[in-house]
């Protein structure tokens, strides 16, 4: 249990930190993109990170807790639906019904689509 919590710890940190990276390098050359890109980068790699690891779990044995700590810890802190939501809560609000559809549909099709690519490639 103090294994995934730390992992999910660190994925928090590492979230934070990719996404503020991710943001400042948007604002220099997509000013007016204005949807939440590093949320997108985000989910889509953790994504592709998880279909990676469960396709590798699925036919190699491993420790448990190993695939607890990164699978459930480590990826469940970095990737978050709860910030996509607000932030597509946010959109709407802003009067940017458009902006917010295509950040959520993007988001899903492409999380997904990542999940399985990371899944295909380890068969």
């Keep these: 249990m103090i294994l995934i919590a730390f992992a999910g710890g660190l994925g928090a940190l590492t979230r934070y930190l990719f996404d503020t990276w991710v943001n400042a390098r948007a604002r220099a050359w997509a000013p007016r993109l204005g949807v939440p890109l590093g949320t ?4 889509v790699t953790g994504s ?4 990676l690891l469960t396709g590798w779990w699925l036919f190699h044995t491993s420790d448990q807790g190993w695939k ?10 970095y990737t978050t ?7 597509a809560a946010r959109l709407i609000l ?14 899903l099709v492409a ?12 068969t």
């Design 81 to 87: 639906f709860s910030t996509a939501s607000v932030e």
């Design 68 to 77: 607890l700590a990164v699978g459930v810890g480590f990826l469940g802190g």
């Design 111 to 122: 999380s997904i689509g990542a999940a399985g690519a990371g899944l295909w490639l380890t």
């Design 48 to 51: 592709f990170l998880l279909g």
């Design 40 to 43: 997108v980068l985000i989910n």
């Design 94 to 107: 802003a009067d940017r019904r458009p902006a917010a559809a295509l950040h959520a549909l993007t988001m």
